[in-house]
């Protein structure tokens, strides 16, 4: 890392946001080891005098092997840093709990009848409240198997407006609508179920705060722009601000 840094004039902070996005594997240090090592280096780079002196400015530093990341955390932090994960879903690590829950996935719908009442869980990706719907939500959320739509009428909205609005991960009671392969879940009843995502993590963090908000409509696509630090003088790695309290997961896209 030391060698990148120094032949190619990239900055430090660059190099940071390169190893949080897991950017280092072709060096084989996954994020976690790759953020350590960029922490490691000098806040500049050496004047010209010592260009050719190898020797980090404070001595050389014991090696140290840090924990092994569990594929889960790696999916949470590829959402705060690219917003998506080609490494898994956060659904697919909680579809045990969901299957026992007696809850469909979103392939599931598409072999259940018209009118059958059903449960189905995702991310939300999209709420949508068209000017011409009267006043109907349509909510499309995302499990690994696919995508399921949902149809909130007002009544129901004013229920369970907070759920509605606020939640990242959504459970959706309700029936089978179904015209032909179009296929909509109409909603009786939702469940804020984001308190499973602390599950994704190691220690069991919660990730509550961790997923974005909807966004509301007067500020559709916003993100957080807060950035991880990272301690180092510890044989464990110590963020100033714990990546499992960043906002992770991408905004839903909402319009009216």
């Not at 007067?218 to 601000?241: F, S, T, V």
Request: aromatic residues 4%.
């Amino acid at each position: 890392m030391r060698a990148l840094w120094q032949r190619s004039g990239v900055g430090r902070a660059t190099l940071e946001r390169l190893a949080a996005a897991d950017a280092f594997r072709s060096l084989k240090l996954d994020r976690r080891q790759a953020l350590w090592e960029v922490r490691g280096l000098p806040k500049e780079l050496p004047l010209p005098l010592f260009d050719h002196a190898d020797g980090a400015d404070a001595g050389a530093e014991p090696e140290v092997t840090l924990p092994v990341m569990p594929l889960s955390e790696h999916v949470v932090n590829d959402y705060r840093t690219l917003r998506l994960s080609l490494k898994a879903h956060p659904m697919s690590f909680l579809r045990a709990r969901v299957t026992q829950a007696r809850i469909k996935s979103c392939a599931d719908l598409r072999a259940s009848r018209d009118g059958a009442r059903v449960s189905v869980a995702g991310v939300v990706l999209v709420r949508q409240r068209p000017g011409s719907a009267q006043g109907v939500v349509f909510m499309t959320i995302e499990d690994e198997t696919g995508v399921a739509n949902s149809v909130i009428w007002p009544n129901v909205l004013e229920r369970e407006r907070i759920v509605v609005m606020g939640a990242r991960l959504v459970v959706v009671h309700g029936r089978v609508q179904r015209h032909e392969d179009i296929i909509h879940v109409v909603a009786e009843r939702l469940d804020d179920r984001s308190d499973w995502l602390r599950l994704l993590t190691e220690d069991g963090e919660t990730l509550s705060t961790a997923l974005a908000h909807a966004d509301h409509v007067k500020h559709p696509g916003g993100e957080d722009g807060r950035e991880l630090k990272a301690e180092r003088g510890h044989p464990r790695w110590h963020p100033r601000r714990h990546p499992r309290a960043e906002r992770i997961i991408p905004k839903s896209r909402d319009f009216h």
